[in-house]
């Protein structure tokens, strides 16, 4: 009868957490146990203990969660669940070398557990070691397809192409909106803003958005291009290289996230693809990325000139179960395909900021700044800051 009414708890609470209801989710777990009293020790205990710990992590009691992680670890150091779980919260906490320990203690007790792979690979980035990131990952993903999918002879992609513009340059301005993320007004709001602040006589702007719901976006001068239905979130836009679309962009491309606020002239950022033929942000300046040398897929400069970057795409698309076993970002994959870019900081010095890293309750935008990104959190419609009514519309 006991054992029915653990069930029963556990069941429960199961389908709580599911709806987000962790309050309540957290008393059934906390019953459940209290009937396994004297089991304490049990397996089905310590399944219970690690759910419950993933409840009180949701519900931000992060360092009781990771204490019941410990006391799982203690009695059942085969949980691989508890381990990548517990890795999670040190990479928060910045504990680095506790967390890749767990990380690799969950890979060796199951080679097929995906989060542990994600987790790895952040852990080894905030460390600093990048390069070591990107070699592991090319050796389990090529260990799992049996095939050798690194690029050969990478070519670099920062060295100059020409030092002026002389003639009024064509650009196409992507951005890719999918799902339900982000509203239709986005879209609308970066093409105004880009036009607003651009010298349309030294640039024609093709505003271009790639999207799998055209619904609500006003601006008659956007031009749509639907995307497969075969990604998913981020991924999404790696179908800026697929033969299809970049079939269809100019020459000279600047893909734009469409969590961008600009707040002033981008005629030089939109000529970028001028100077180099691949370039996007680098990590060391960004508080949400807590990582350096690595990239940032916020804005994309790139010279669209023939099948160049098309294996970025099919590479990834012939191959994406293996691949997405071990890699979780898509600024991971361009890491491990593009090792040698331009980087837009040092092409723009000053001019593109992140939100996170300004400074003051009101976030005030430097002098020099041109667009303002927003990885993570906060949005746009979500930030306070007093000045994002004006340049956001």
């Given at each position: ?19 987000r ?41 992060r ?7 410990e006391?799982?670890?203690?009695v ?14 040190l ?10 320990r767990?990380?690799?203690r969950?890979?060796?007790l ?11 690979n952040?852990i080894?980035?905030r460390l600093?070691?990048?390069?070591e ?8 993903i ?20 020409t ?12 951005c890719?909106?999918w799902g339900?993320?982000?509203a239709?007004?986005?879209v ?5 803003s ?31 291009i ?16 697929s033969p ?5 962009l ?20 939109l ?5 180099t ?24 400069v ?11 795409y099919?590479?990834?698309k ?16 361009f890491?491990?395909m ?10 723009e ?13 009101e976030?005030k935008?430097?002098e ?9 959190q906060?949005?746009p419609h ?6 994002i ?5």
């Amino acid at each position: 009868m006991a054992h029915e009414r653990v069930r029963g708890h556990v069941q429960l609470a199961t389908l709580l957490s599911k709806t987000r209801r962790y309050e309540q989710a957290k008393k059934h777990y906390e019953h459940a146990l209290q009937l396994l009293a004297t089991q304490e020790e049990s397996r089905e205990a310590q399944g219970i203990r690690c759910a419950l710990a993933d409840v009180l992590a949701r519900l931000g009691e992060r360092h009781k969660a990771m204490a019941l992680y410990e006391d799982v670890l203690a009695v059942q150091d085969d949980c691989v669940q508890a381990h990548v779980n517990l890795a999670a919260q040190l990479i928060i906490d910045d504990e680095m070398d506790r967390a890749l320990r767990h990380c690799q203690r969950a890979i060796a007790l199951d080679s097929a557990m995906n989060e542990a792979y994600y987790n790895l690979n952040v852990i080894l980035r905030r460390l600093g070691r990048h390069k070591e990131a990107v070699e592991q990952c090319w050796t389990w993903i090529e260990a799992e397809t049996g095939l050798s999918l690194r690029p050969q002879n990478a070519r670099r992609h920062e060295q100059l192409l020409t030092d002026s513009v002389n003639n009024r340059l064509q650009v196409s301005v992507v951005c890719v909106k999918w799902g339900a993320k982000y509203a239709s007004d986005y879209v609308d709001k970066l093409c105004s803003s880009i036009r607003r602040n651009v010298d349309a006589e030294q640039v024609e702007v093709e505003f271009v958005c790639l999207t799998d719901d055209p619904q609500g976006i006003t601006s008659p001068d956007i031009a749509v291009i639907p995307l497969e239905d075969n990604w998913n979130g981020w991924w999404n836009k790696i179908q800026l290289f697929s033969p299809r679309i970049a079939g269809q962009l100019r020459e000279h491309c600047v893909y734009i996230d469409l969590d961008t606020v600009i707040v002033g002239d981008v005629t030089s950022l939109l000529q970028t693809s001028t100077r180099t033929s691949f370039a996007l942000l680098r990590t060391d300046d960004m508080a949400n990325e807590r990582r350096t040398g690595g990239y940032n897929s916020s804005i994309i400069v790139w010279h669209n000139v023939g099948d160049i970057y098309q294996s970025l795409y099919e590479v990834l698309k012939t191959h994406f179960s293996g691949i997405s076993t071990y890699i979780y970002k898509l600024d991971h994959w361009f890491e491990m395909m593009l090792p040698h870019v331009a980087f837009v900081d040092d092409l723009e010095p000053q001019h593109v900021v992140e939100y996170q890293s300004l400074e003051g309750d009101e976030r005030k935008v430097p002098e020099n700044a041109r667009v303002v990104c927003f990885p993570l959190q906060p949005k746009p419609h979500q930030a306070t800051a007093p000045w994002i009514s004006t340049h956001w519309q």
